[in-house]
């Protein structure tokens, strides 16, 4: 009713005082702010008003950030090549892409962006602040980052096209594959499973195993997240979603053989790990067909649908909650790992997580079964 009153009077003094021209653009703005109202009241999972309380994946775009999700969807972006995350009242660097400008520059995992053209992120916001950081190829921005222990730096550095390589795969003494996801665009089970046969054709026998690398993988697409699920596991559920008043909405089954034939997996995960990797992670772990190793996800198992409006924007709105297959809630709860280790390399650079994955998976008893399946 408020909402109702604050629109009735900003179109009478709208339409009052401006000439007939501008009639179209209010008329316009006025269905915009009638989709919105119509999605939120339909769909939204944990509504408690309509001015406040929403949570912060609920977003409006605009149409320039409606064509950017897009884009992103599909692996590439302008912009310097880091992933970011608001905590505590800071804009953390969360993942950075290998020989991207911000790379280049020597920003790493865990720095902190405290200004961006000059403007502090404290008062300019986080999602202003990416905005600001994003931007055509071949022009710059200036920011400056923070980092434990030392003196910020400001640097201005030039945006470029930034594909984000979201598959790698290296084959490992033994016949293991080790394969890192970097975050679920479509298309990605597909290069998944490409991967893994060229691997096992280099290899010339069938693979023994598998490290599946989730780790600062951010999330992503759902039905890519399914698909990747799907080339593991040969029945099952894999993920399900849950509207605002419990009801399912939708359950995604396993319905494809398993490309490696039962050899085992140890799946690495940490703190970042969010969203798909974590609708990944759990399915692997509740049908026993991984251990995972690492540290416990980030826990944002929220779905966000996006509803394209009239003016060329959207509304990304969170619509419902993601189950693993045993029916645990991923939102705010994360996946646990089988077997807790930090995710970072030691002093000396070493990847302690990942020598730990090749030791299991080298252990003869885990041959042909789920690599610690029995681990708490």
């Known amino acids: 009713m408020i909402l109702a009153l604050v629109v009735a009077a900003a179109w009478t003094s709208r339409t009052a005082a401006a000439p007939p021209d501008d009639m179209a653009l209010t008329l316009m703005q ?31 775009l605009d149409a320039d950030q409606y064509r950017r999700l897009e884009s992103d969807s599909q692996g590439r972006y302008g912009g310097i090549g880091i992933e970011v995350d608001w905590r505590e009242g800071e804009l953390a660097v969360v993942a950075v892409t290998e020989e991207g400008p911000a790379a280049r520059a020597g920003i790493v995992r865990g720095d902190i962006i405290r200004e961006v ?17 994003r931007g055509p190829a071949d022009t710059k921005v200036t920011i400056t980052v923070g980092r434990e222990g030392q003196a910020d730096r400001r640097m201005t550095l030039r945006r470029e096209v930034i594909r984000i390589i979201a598959v790698h795969g290296e084959l490992l003494d033994g016949g293991l594959a080790y394969l ?7 298309g990605t089970a597909g290069r998944v499973a490409d991967t893994l046969a060229e691997l096992e054709a280099s290899h010339g026998a069938p693979l023994g195993g598998l ?12 039905s890519a997240a399914v698909g990747v699920s799907d080339l593991f596991l040969s029945r099952g559920d894999i993920v399900s979603t849950r509207g605002r008043d ?35 992670a759990g399915a692997l772990k509740d049908h026993g067909r991984a251990t995972l190793l690492g540290e416990k996800s980030f826990g944002k198992g929220s779905v966000q649908t ?26 705010g709860t994360g996946i646990e790992p089988h077997i807790y280790m930090e995710s970072k390399p030691g002093p000396d650079g070493i990847d302690r997580a990942l020598l730990e994955a090749t030791k299991l998976l080298r252990q003869s008893d885990f041959a042909g079964q789920p690599a610690g399946a029995d681990s708490n």
Not at 34 to 59: E, F, K, N, W
Not at 180 to 186: A, D, E, R, S
Not at 250 to 270: E, F, H, K, N, W
């Open 30 to 60: 006025m269905r915009t702010l009638t989709d919105v109202m119509g999605h939120v009241q339909r769909d939204y999972v944990a509504i408690r008003g309509m001015l406040s309380g929403l949570d912060r994946h609920t977003v409006y």
């Open 180 to 186: 890192k996801i970097g975050n679920f665009q479509t």
């Open 117 to 133: 053209e000059g403007i502090p992120i404290t008062k300019a916001g986080p999602r202003t602040a990416l905005e600001r950081v």
């Open 211 to 222: 490290i599946l690398d989730l780790r600062g993988n951010p999330g992503g697409v759902l």
């Open 246 to 280: 419990g009801a399912d909405l939708a359950t995604y089954q396993s319905d494809a053989d398993d490309a490696l034939d039962g050899a085992p997996i140890v799946l690495l995960l940490d703190k970042v790990s969010a969203s798909a990797s974590e609708i990944g």
């Open 306 to 331: 996006v509803l394209p409006l009239r003016n060329g924007g959207a509304i990304k709105l969170t619509t419902a909650r993601y189950y693993t297959p045993s029916g645990v809630s991923i939102h």
